[in-house]
């Protein structure tokens, strides 16, 4: 897993230069909003299953998913689909504070696409109850720690797409 430091300091040192004035920027940029991504990842955490259960009613209840016969169907299945809304708010969160996605790639997108293929979990719907919690945790951060937040939750999406 990297970070937004990390990153800079290793295309730097790849390089073999100091951090240049763009990756000094980035730098300072991120540090900047250190304060928002904390109490970002405060409000996030404390009302957790909250977002999740707003983005499943928003997204998924009366959904093809949630009938008979649907991915959803059985409370098993609808469990396991929670389970999955909360991993992808749990780990957008890190992304949020480490400033990189590369947690996403490592520990949630690896294989997903496949696995959902052949469980026969609805991409679509994923992606759609995904974006239901950007606009669900927005709603509760704020407009800026919510854009911030939105970058991860959709590149969660474009990965499963
Ligand atoms: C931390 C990283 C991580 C992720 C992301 C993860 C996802 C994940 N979701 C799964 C299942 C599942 N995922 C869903 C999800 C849904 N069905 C729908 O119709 C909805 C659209 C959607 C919810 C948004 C369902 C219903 C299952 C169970 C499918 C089955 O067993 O038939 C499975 C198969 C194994 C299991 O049931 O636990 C995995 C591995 N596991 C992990 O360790």
Redesign the pocket.
């Known amino acids: 897993m990297q970070d937004a430091i990390t990153s800079v300091i290793n295309s730097s040192d790849v390089q073999g230069k100091y951090l240049d004035a763009s990756s000094l920027e980035k730098l300072k940029g991120y540090f900047q909003t250190g304060e928002l991504r904390v109490r970002a990842a405060t409000s996030i955490s404390a009302n957790a299953s909250t977002i999740v259960k707003e983005a499943?009613a928003k997204s998924?209840l009366y959904s093809d998913?949630t009938r008979p016969g649907?991915?959803?169907y059985t409370t098993?299945?609808?469990a396991?689909?929670?389970?999955?809304?909360d991993?992808?708010l749990r780990?957008a969160t890190y992304a949020m504070l480490a400033g990189d996605p590369s947690i996403l790639d490592e520990?949630?997108l690896n294989g997903?696409k496949e696995?959902?293929n052949s469980?026969?979990?609805?991409i679509g719907?994923?992606v759609q109850?995904i974006q239901a919690m950007k606009e669900v945790t927005a709603s509760l951060v704020g407009p800026d720690a919510g854009k911030e937040m939105g970058v991860y939750f959709d590149y969660i999406s474009s990965g499963l797409s």
């Open positions: 499943v998924l998913s649907g991915n959803m098993r299945r609808y396991a689909c929670i389970r999955d809304m991993y992808y780990y520990r949630v997903l696995t959902y469980l026969g979990v609805p719907n994923t109850a």
